[in-house]
């Protein structure tokens, strides 16, 4: 019985050793970019740009930052989170630039170069992606046929719709 006892507690000691090792081996990092949109020769506005961590395997996706382009189409993103492995940055723009009466936004998705990310939960560099016209069409551009708007209520304030992903 003794023997019994002596081989539960070295496993209890066993597996709260290596769930707090895999705990302490978790990275936090950070990455931010910023950007200009146009849409042919005037500014992009109100555009829906997202940060995101995108996973392989089991591990969902992480969204680590969004908003909205400006009214001179500018924006700027920065977000964080923890992993074991290096993040897989990805910028994420939903427009309806050149787009006609089509049903849902196109979605451009670029890879941030892994250089600017870094340790901390604040990034101490920011991806400069320059200025995009939004109406070139995209390599592997898809469409998105839910996301969140800004609207104005009835006394012209601007809010966000909540449904996106």
């Given at each position: 019985?003794l023997?019994t ?6 496993m209890?000691?066993?597996?709260f050793l290596s769930?707090f ?9 950070s ?6 949109l ?18 392989g395997?089991?591990?969902?996706d ?11 189409g ?7 989170t ?6 897989d ?6 427009h309806?630039?050149?787009d006609?009466i089509k049903?849902g936004s ?5 890879y ?5 990310i870094t340790e ?5 560099k920011t ?9 070139t069409?995209?390599p592997?551009?898809e469409?998105e ?8 209520d009835?006394?012209?304030?601007l809010f ?6």
């Amino acid at each position: 019985m003794l023997r019994t006892l002596n081989n539960s507690f070295q496993m209890k000691v066993l597996l709260f050793l290596s769930i707090f090792g895999l705990a302490f081996a978790m990275r936090q990092q950070s990455i931010a970019v910023k950007g200009t949109l146009k849409c042919g020769d005037k500014p992009a506005t109100n555009v829906r740009v997202k940060l995101w961590e995108e996973d392989g395997g089991p591990d969902p996706d992480d969204e680590l930052d969004a908003g909205y382009t400006d009214g001179s189409g500018m924006f700027q993103l920065s977000g964080g989170t923890a992993e074991l492995t290096p993040i897989d940055p990805v910028f994420k723009v939903y427009h309806d630039c050149d787009d006609g009466i089509k049903p849902g936004s196109r979605k451009v998705k670029f890879y941030l170069p892994k250089s600017y990310i870094t340790e901390g939960a604040k990034p101490r560099k920011t991806f400069d992606i320059g200025v995009l016209n939004l109406e070139t069409i995209f390599p592997g551009e898809e469409r998105e046929m839910i996301v969140s708007r800004k609207r104005r209520d009835d006394y012209g304030f601007l809010f966000d719709d909540n449904y996106d992903d």
